[in-house]
C-alpha cells in the first residue's frame, strides 16, 4: 500500500509564504489562461475567475477570436482580455505567434473549453514549445494528447508541466477502456505517468490525488455539489495563478492550496445551497471566504 499525505491547512500553512504588505501587483506574478471556443465559451470565463481569485498579480484571458462580441457572461474588469486567431471555431496559431503570446508569464493555463478541430493539435504543440515557466493543461488540452498519441508535448516541453485530468480524461491518457476508481489503483497509475512523463498529476474525482512520482497528497473531502460543469475550469485557473504568484514552496504545493480552497469553497456553498442547488459560480465566490478561514 502507498503511504500519502493528507491535503490538510497545517500542512499547507507550514509551506505557504504569507505576502507582505508592502508588495505590488508584481511582485505577486502573473498568468495567462488560453481557453475557450464556440462550443464553449464560458470555460474560460471560469478558469480566469479562479486564477483571479488566487491572488495573482495580474489575469490575461486570450480568448479565439470566434468568440469577439458573443460572450453572453459578464467578465470581471480586472481580467484583461486578449483576442487571438481561430479556426473552426476555436485556436489556431503559428509557433512565432504562441511565442508572442506566451512570453512574460509565470504560468500559462490551456485546454478549459477548447473542444476539437484540426487545428487544436498543432496550436496546443506552439505553446509547449513557446512556454518556459510553467505549463498547466487541462481538459481538451489532455483529450488532444490522448487522441493524438501526442506525449511528446509533455516529453519535450521545457516548462514545468501539472496536468488535472479527471477520471475520463485520466483513462484516455492510460490508453484504458476502463479504468478502476479504487483511490489505491488511481495512485499507482497517477504516479506512473508521473514519472514516465516527469509531470505532476491532479488526479481529480470524488477524493483528489495529488503527485509529481516522489510526493503522493491526497484530498479526501468528498462533495458531490462539485460534479458539475465548470468545476475543473475553476480549480484549474486557480492552480495556475497560485503556481504564478509564488505564495507556495513549490508548483505541487500551489496545486495542494488549489485543491484545498476549491474543496473548501465547496463546502461553504454546500452549507449555503445545498449540493443539488449549488453552482460552480457560487463556489468561485466562496474562495475569498475559503481564503479568510485558511489564513487565521
Not at 99 to 111: A, E, K, P, R
Not at 244 to 268: D, M, P, T
Amino acid at each position: 500500500m502507498i503511504e500519502t499525505t493528507e491535503i490538510t491547512k497545517s500542512l499547507l500553512l507550514s509551506n505557504y509564504k504569507v505576502r507582505k504588505e508592502h508588495y505590488h501587483k508584481g511582485n505577486f506574478g502573473k498568468v495567462l489562461v488560453i481557453a475557450g471556443s464556440e462550443n464553449y465559451p464560458g470555460a474560460g470565463i471560469m478558469a480566469a475567475i479562479g486564477a483571479l481569485r488566487s491572488g495573482v498579480g495580474i489575469v490575461t484571458l486570450a480568448l479565439p477570436e470566434a468568440l469577439k462580441g458573443l460572450l453572453p457572461f459578464n467578465l470581471s474588469p480586472e481580467i484583461i482580455l486578449r483576442y487571438f486567431p481561430s479556426e473552426n471555431g476555436g485556436f489556431s496559431f503559428s509557433l512565432s505567434q504562441a511565442v508572442g503570446l506566451c512570453s512574460n508569464y509565470d504560468s500559462i493555463l490551456v485546454g478549459c473549453g477548447w473542444g476539437k478541430g484540426p487545428s487544436r493539435l498543432e496550436c496546443l504543440k506552439n505553446i509547449s514549445q513557446a512556454c518556459e515557466t510553467s505549463l498547466i493543461l487541462d481538459a481538451d488540452a489532455l483529450n488532444i494528447i490522448s487522441e493524438n498519441n501526442a506525449y511528446d508535448i509533455l516529453d519535450d516541453c521545457k516548462a514545468k508541466t501539472i496536468i488535472t485530468p479527471h477520471i475520463a480524461e485520466f483513462t484516455r491518457l492510460l490508453k484504458q477502456s476502463f479504468l478502476d476508481v479504487e483511490l489505491e489503483n488511481r495512485l499507482v497509475l497517477a504516479k506512473q505517468f508521473a514519472l514516465a512523463h516527469k509531470t505532476i498529476v491532479v488526479q481529480k474525482s470524488a477524493s483528489t490525488i495529488v503527485t509529481d512520482s516522489k510526493e503522493d497528497f491526497v484530498c479526501n473531502i468528498h462533495n458531490s455539489g462539485l460534479a458539475k460543469g465548470g468545476s475543473g475550469d475553476l480549480l484549474a485557473g486557480l492552480i495556475a495563478g497560485l503556481v504564478a504568484s509564488k505564495q507556495c514552496k513549490n508548483n505541487i504545493y500551489a496545486a495542494n492550496l488549489g485543491v484545498y480552497l476549491h474543496s473548501q469553497a465547496g463546502l461553504l456553498a454546500k452549507n449555503m445551497y445545498s449540493e443539488p442547488g449549488m453552482t460552480i459560480a457560487e463556489v468561485a465566490e466562496q474562495i475569498p471566504n475559503a481564503w479568510k478561514e485558511f489564513l487565521k
